[in-house]
């Protein structure tokens, strides 16, 4: 199962970022509400594999707890009303996909643009709230998380879900393609 997502996931993808990859000037930043992003998984979630993981050291920290501390920052910069803050987690290019409830935008500059509609002031914004239910090494280069979220706000309170793909790229994990509802 587990390697079939992997596929499904990455052909999915490879389709809309094969061009990308081959630019040399690959920018990246991240973006995306999640504050709880430090949670551990349930307990009761069965192992992800038979293969024992390597310990975290102090000197380099595991890909997992990088992507928490990245979604915990981009939740941080959400509270303080911050959006480029916020989006500093998601890949800063064309092939970046956001699906909300408006449907599929490509490109980091559409998404961020549409944030600002959607979000014009700190009292739209709110308090973000974010809880990874899931989170699953697919390959090296790729994680899948799954979790929800919730804006407390004077505009009204909203919530949902998301999935997110996170890749690493130089070295740093970034959200390439994000599914909010």
Same mark, same amino acid.
């Given at each position: 199962?587990?390697? #079939?997502?992997?596929?499904?996931?990455?052909? /999915?993808?490879?389709?809309?970022?094969? &061009?990308?990859?081959? #630019?040399?000037?690959?920018? !990246?930043?991240?973006?995306?509400?999640?504050q709880? #992003? #430090? %949670? $551990?998984?349930?307990?009761?979630?069965?192992?992800?594999?038979?293969?024992?993981?390597?310990? +975290?050291?102090?000197? %380099?920290?595991?890909?997992?707890?990088?992507?928490?501390? @990245?979604?915990?920052?981009?939740?941080?910069? *959400?509270?303080?009303?911050?959006? +480029?803050?916020?989006?500093?987690?998601? &890949?800063?290019?064309?092939?970046?996909?956001?699906?909300?409830? %408006?449907g599929?935008?490509?490109?980091?500059?559409?998404?961020?643009?549409?944030?600002?509609?959607?979000?014009?002031? %700190?009292? !739209? @914004?709110?308090? /973000?709230?974010?809880?990874?239910?899931?989170?699953?090494?697919?390959?090296?280069?790729?994680?899948f =998380? =799954?979790?929800? *979220?919730?804006?407390?706000?004077?505009?009204?309170? =909203?919530?949902? $879900?998301?999935?997110?793909?996170?890749r690493?790229?130089?070295?740093? &994990?970034?959200?390439?393609?994000? !599914?909010?509802?």
């Amino acid at each position: 199962m587990k390697k #079939a997502l992997a596929f499904f996931i990455i052909t /999915l993808f490879s389709s809309q970022m094969v &061009w990308a990859q081959s #630019a040399s000037k690959t920018k !990246h930043k991240a973006t995306k509400p999640m504050q709880e #992003a #430090a %949670k $551990s998984q349930e307990a009761t979630e069965k192992p992800q594999s038979d293969k024992p993981k390597s310990k +975290e050291t102090k000197d %380099k920290p595991s890909d997992e707890s990088l992507i928490r501390e @990245m979604l915990a920052n981009q939740v941080k910069q *959400w509270n303080k009303g911050n959006i +480029e803050g916020y989006m500093s987690g998601y &890949w800063d290019n064309d092939s970046m996909l956001f699906i909300g409830s %408006k449907g599929p935008r490509y490109g980091y500059v559409n998404t961020l643009e549409r944030y600002k509609e959607a979000y014009p002031d %700190k009292d !739209h @914004m709110g308090k /973000l709230i974010s809880t990874i239910s899931r989170m699953e090494q697919i390959s090296k280069e790729y994680y899948f =998380v =799954v979790g929800t *979220w919730q804006l407390q706000r004077k505009a009204g309170d =909203v919530g949902g $879900s998301y999935t997110l793909l996170l890749r690493k790229i130089s070295g740093q &994990w970034v959200i390439v393609c994000d !599914h909010s509802s």
